[in-house]
Every structure is written in structure tokens, then in C-alpha cells.
């Protein structure tokens, strides 16, 4: 069965610094990976997706992660913080195969200081 | 813009009272989903149409239905709902799986509250 792990449930930087974002999966087959943002009272807006080719995926404002295979990761990260990504941040798993059912983890919820 | 809107935003109900949150799309995908979200945690599926087609997770409480008429619209019927069915319920919509895109376009979400 397929498992996601978020490591740290709140994240705190200040604004400009980096962002890291942890995320473990766990899948018996070549996963699909995604990161997802959340403001609240709103829906999940999807941020990237690495599905096969390039391990290292662009997303929306300015965010990107890095697929590791041998470390079972795909963390996301962004340069430089801004006031605006303070939100909730969920990684989620699918396999590529049949009904691809999203397994999410438990979310991180990053705040970001002036 | 193609979209999935959720209607209302904010439903309030009593305590044992039937209640229909409402989901439509514009992005003609044929794969819908119903989430549950509690306050601070991942959302949990609840059920998924393939088309006309009903999958219910294995967890999901019988108190909870969902119709599908036409391909835009899906509607969550909660039959009888307990203080612990208050959450965030989220739709969301994803192309066939065929197709090789695999992420799920979300709506804003209807907040429910059981008084």
C-alpha cells in the first residue's frame, strides 16, 4: 500500500529565506508525486507533478521539487519565501496504475515571518 | 475559465437533518470525487465516479450518498448528519486515467457545520 510522510507539521521561516518542505513516499510501483497548496477556506490547488521523465519539476510561484528514487523523497523547496505562500502544503502519492486514488499526507503548514 | 464550483461555500444543518452539498464542473472530466477534510488534516476520499460509474472507499459510512445525473453535476447527500460529520467536504475532478494526466482539479470546498 502506498504511504506518504510529511515530516514536520509546521515549517516557520522568515520572509526571503528558504523553504524545505519534507516529503517521504512509500509505493511497490513507480509512484506519481504531488505537491498541493491550501489557503484557508479554499480548495487544493495543485503546485507540480513529476509523473516519469525530469526529476526535477518546476511549479507555480516559483516552488519546485526534486523526485529521489534512492531516497524515496520529493521535497519541495522555493528560494525565497514570501508572505503570500504562508498556507497549508500537502504531498500525495498515485500509481500509475488502474484508479489512480490520491494518498495524501498529512500536510505541513508553513508560516512565514516579516 | 474551466472550473469546479461547489455550492454553498458555508451550509449549516441540524443534527439529524438531511443535507445535499452540490459540485458541477466545466472541465467535461469524467472522473468525480467526493473528499472529507477535518480541521487540520489530509483529506480522506470518500467515493469516486468513473463516468456513471460508483466507487465507494471501503471506510466510507453508509450515511453518505452520492448521485451523479449528467457529467457536470455530482451531489453529496448526507442522510442523517452527527456532530462528527462536520468537516470541509471537497470535490474534485480528474480526466480519464487513460489519458496519462493524473492530477485532480479541486473546488473551493463547502464548510459544513451540524448544530
Known amino acids: 500500500a502506498q504511504s506518504v510522510t510529511q515530516l514536520g507539521s509546521h515549517v516557520s521561516v522568515s520572509e526571503g529565506a528558504l523553504v524545505l518542505l519534507r516529503c517521504n513516499y512509500s509505493?511497490?510501483?513507480?509512484?506519481?508525486l504531488f505537491w498541493y497548496v491550501q489557503y484557508p477556506n479554499q480548495g487544493l490547488q495543485l503546485l507540480l507533478k513529476y509523473t516519469t521523465g525530469a526529476t526535477l519539476v518546476k511549479g507555480i510561484n516559483g516552488f519546485e521539487a526534486e523526485f529521489k528514487k534512492s531516497e524515496t523523497s520529493f521535497h519541495l523547496t522555493k528560494p525565497s519565501a514570501h508572505m503570500s505562500d504562508a498556507a497549508e502544503y500537502f504531498c500525495?502519492?498515485?500509481?500509475?496504475?488502474?484508479?489512480?486514488?490520491?494518498?495524501f499526507g498529512t500536510g505541513t503548514r508553513l508560516l512565514v515571518s516579516p | 475559465d474551466a472550473m469546479v464550483i461547489q455550492n454553498p461555500r458555508y451550509q449549516v444543518t441540524q443534527f439529524g437533518k438531511p443535507v445535499t452539498l452540490s459540485c458541477s464542473q466545466t472541465?467535461?472530466?469524467?472522473?468525480m470525487y467526493w473528499y472529507q477534510q477535518k480541521s487540520s488534516q489530509a483529506p480522506k476520499l470518500l467515493f469516486h465516479?468513473?463516468?456513471?460509474?460508483?466507487?465507494n472507499e471501503a471506510d466510507t459510512p453508509d450515511n453518505f450518498q452520492s448521485r451523479r445525473p449528467n457529467t457536470s453535476f455530482c451531489f453529496l447527500d448526507i442522510r442523517s448528519p452527527g456532530l462528527g460529520d462536520a468537516a470541509m467536504y471537497l470535490c474534485?475532478?480528474?480526466?480519464?486515467?487513460?489519458?496519462?494526466?493524473?492530477?485532480?482539479?479541486f473546488g473551493p470546498g463547502t464548510r459544513l457545520t451540524v448544530t
Open positions: 474534485a475532478t480528474s480526466r480519464d486515467w487513460a489519458s496519462g494526466t493524473h492530477e485532480q482539479y
Open positions: 500525495a502519492v498515485s500509481e500509475n496504475t488502474g484508479f489512480q486514488k490520491l494518498v
Open positions: 509505493s511497490s510501483v513507480p509512484p506519481y
Open positions: 465516479y468513473y463516468d456513471k460509474d460508483f466507487n
Open positions: 472541465l467535461n472530466h469524467n472522473v
